[in-house]
Structures are given as C-alpha cells and as structure tokens.
C-alpha cells in the first residue's frame, strides 16, 4: 500500500514539476490531476476488496461508479476554474477601462449637456423655418352696385363680389441662401456640443489625476508619521537618560504631528475630487465612489509644429469662428439678394349684377418697385460683421498658438523634472530616510539631522508630485487645444511630414 501511494503521488506531481502556470489550460491539469488520484484511489480500493474477500464483478461495479463520479467532478473542475479565470479577466478589464467608464457616465448622465442638445434642436427648427414657404393669401371682396344716368334715375342695382388668391415666390437663389445659413448654425450647435463633451471628459481626467497625486501624497506622509509614531513608541520605552532624550520624544511627535496633517489634507483634496466627479456625473453630491487607480505616465507628446497643425484644423474655437466667418459670407449674399422684391402671383375672380351680369377672370402680379429702398443698410451691416469675424477668427488662431506653444514648454519642462526626480532623487531620498531612522535608533545621528533629512523626503515628494501635477494640466490643456488624446497619438502631421 506504502508502494502504490507513492506511486500515486510521483504521477500527481511530476507533471506540475517545472510547469509553468497558464490559466488557460488550469482546468485540463486539474482534471488529469484528479483521474490520477481517482486512480490511486481506485487501485487502494482493489487490494483492500481483494483482501476482504470482494469478487471482481463487485469491483468492477464499484470501479464504473468511481468513473461516473471522476467524470462528473472533472466536469465541474472545469466549469469552476474557467469561471475563476474569466471573473479574474474581467477585473482586469475593469479596472484598466474604471477611468474610461467614468468619463462615460459623465458624458452620459451630466445635465448641462441638456442645453447643447436644446441649441441643436432649436438650429434645426430654424433649418425648417428657413426651407418652408409662405402661406398663400386670400381676399375676398364683397359689395353692391348701383347703376344711375346722368339723370340719376336708378338703371340697375346688384351685388358685386371680388375672389383672389396669390402665392409669394422669393427671387432665386434666396431660400438656399437662407437654408445655409440655418445649416451653420446647426454645425456651431454640434461644435458647442463636441467641445463641451471634450471639456467635460478632460475635466473628469484632470479630476481624477490630481486624486490619484493626493493619494500619493497621503500615503507618503502616513508612512513617514507612522515611522516617527514607532520611533516615539520605541523612544518612550527606554529609561531615560536625561533631559536631551525627552526633547527628542517631544521634536519626534511634533513633526509627527505635522506629518499627520498634511495627511489630512491630502485626504481633503481626495474628498473634494469625489465631490466634483459626482457633480460632473450627475449623481449626488454625497454618493459613493470608487476613485479609480492606475498607473500615471507622462509619454512623449509630439513636436510644435504637428500640434499647431492639429490645433488649427480641430480647435473647437477655431472651428466655431471659422463656421461663424462662412455664415456671415452667406448672410453677405442674402443681403444683396434681398434688393430684388419678392414676387406675388395668383387668380381672381370678379362679378357685378346690376344693369348687366359681368365676369372677370385673369391672373394677378403684385411686385413692389425698388426705387428708395435698396436694402443698402443691411448689405453695409453685413460685411462690417463678416469683417468683424475674420478678425476675431485671426486673433483666435494666433492666441490658440500661443497657447499651444507655451502649454507645450511647460509639458516638457515638468516632465523632465518629473523624470528625473523619479529616476535619481526620489530614490536617493528615500533610502537616506531609511538610512537616517536607522541611524538614530542605533544612536549614531543627531535628532536635527534625523527630522530634517525626513522633512526634505517629503518635501521632495511634494516636487514630483508638483511637476506631475503640472505636466497633467498642461496635456489636458494641449488635449483641449488639440482635440485630440496625446496618449493615443490621433493627431495630424504638418504638410511638410506628409
């Protein structure tokens, strides 16, 4: 029995010796791991029958059972482990897309949207007013008709009535002139929508960025005053020596105290960025939320050139004027074609009973004379305006730059300070920290060498954390100029790169 267990056992862990874990294929080992016990077990059960006097028809009967059930248990095995490595994945994919998901939600469900959506609705109403026709009028006149001779005797007397419909016809090319100009309005509605949606998703990561910076922040500062907590407990055991090592105890739970309130603080700012994801989600002010976690980068954006060329073909400003300065041409064109009258054709009809019973039928056109009216008010008003928009278009271009230009400096300035704080300083001092609370419980630092090498640690904390800050708001800043997400390199080249 001895031999057949450790048997039993080298086939169950030679084939998971030197294996590799793959959760793919966990269900298949497991299962081919349960069989070979089943087997062992199975072989066990046979000398043990054999002894106690079982006939084989009895074990073979016991052995199909045994079968049955490895069968059954191999099969929910695997049902078990490929439910494990799917929930596992599917954490995975959610807390990678939680921050994605959140600016979703807030894109969904964030009520100021509802007045872009009201803007587009009411454009698209005007669109409808643009392309329809007027009415057309109908008069009616009703009367009598008195016939006299020079004598002023009475020849006849009659009703008369008069019947006329007219239809207005615009001169040509008057209502397109109007369609387009409703169309523009429409697209600046839907520009207003697209930027503030784009405002609104760089606001959530923005939100959420400097959160996740606090959160650093606090937990650096609770680790630094949880060491001096340990320090003034280990100090506070020790007899004491004099009146130096209680000053020490009381300098150690000062700065310890300090330390405790950046903490707080930290968390203060924590507190206000849940506020305001709520707020920008649409939900209460006080609902809970799960801020998400990642892993900040600060990637290599393009060059000055490739993002003016994006800014100026995808700037929400830009395009608003530009769409703007195109209306105003039109609203040029509808000016002058408005010096032209517009044209009212339509039947009548007319009847007199008196002496004699008259019928007039005919067709009528009513068209006002442009003689002092010329509409050359409206024609000044309108190029003075298109004027007005191609100047503010140009000064928008030009602070679009320059803010381009100078959002970009300031990326690449704080993210080179953010990199090599990380890379040397941080590291450095850290471990002088450590090196320093090591020190000063062996007795070999001074307490003023001790607080302020910690001090200095924090403070360099707050520098990365500064410059990380900084170099966020810069690419959400280049993100909103740019339309577009620098992280995953949509954007245009300069003509010269093509």
Known sequence: MADIRSAAAARLFSPAAGRDVDTASTSQHAAADLIQIREARTALSALSLASAGWSRTDFRKRHVSHLSNSKKLKT?????LAAVVASVSYATSDETASLDALVAEALARNPEAN?????????????????EWQNPELTADLGA?????????????????????????????????????????????????????????????????????????????????K??????????????????????????????????????????????????????????????????????????????STLLVSARARNYDIRTHVLELEQQGFKVKLALNERWPAVRVGPFAHNERADTNEYLVGI???LPLPLWNKNAGKIETAKARTAQAEAALTTTVREVERKVSDAEFVYRSRREEAQKLQMSILPQMREAAELADRNYRAGALPITIYTEVQKQYLDSLDAFSAAQAGAVEARQQLEQLTATRLDNREIAEPEDQR
């Open 115 to 131: 007045v872009y959506q009201a803007e587009i609705a009411a454009a698209k109403g005007e669109r409808r007013t643009a392309g």
């Open 227 to 304: 060491r001096l907590d340990d320090l003034v407990l280990v100090l506070s055991q020790r007899p004491a020596a004099g009146v130096a090592p209680q000053l020490d105890v009381r300098i150690i739970e000062a700065s310890a105290t300090a330390l405790k309130r950046r903490a707080v603080e930290a968390q203060r700012e924590i507190q206000s960025a849940v506020y305001e994801l709520n707020q920008l989600r649409g939900a209460r002010i006080d609902a809970p939320l799960g801020l998400p976690k990642f892993d900040l980068k600060l990637l290599e954006i393009p060059t000055v």
């Open 76 to 80: 929910f095995i695997q049902i078990s």
């Open 364 to 366: 009528g056109v009513t």
């Open 145 to 225: 008709k008195l016939v006299r001779d020079f004598n002023g005797n009475s020849v006849g007397n009659g009703p008369l009535w008069t019947l006329s419909a007219s239809q207005m016809f615009e001169y040509p090319g008057r209502i397109a002139l109007r369609k387009a100009i409703a169309n523009h309005q429409i697209a600046l509605a839907e520009v207003g929508l697209e930027g503030f949606r784009a405002a609104l998703a760089a606001r959530v990561r923005s939100v959420a960025y400097r959160a996740a910076l606090s959160q650093t922040k606090a937990d650096a500062a609770s680790e630094i005053s």
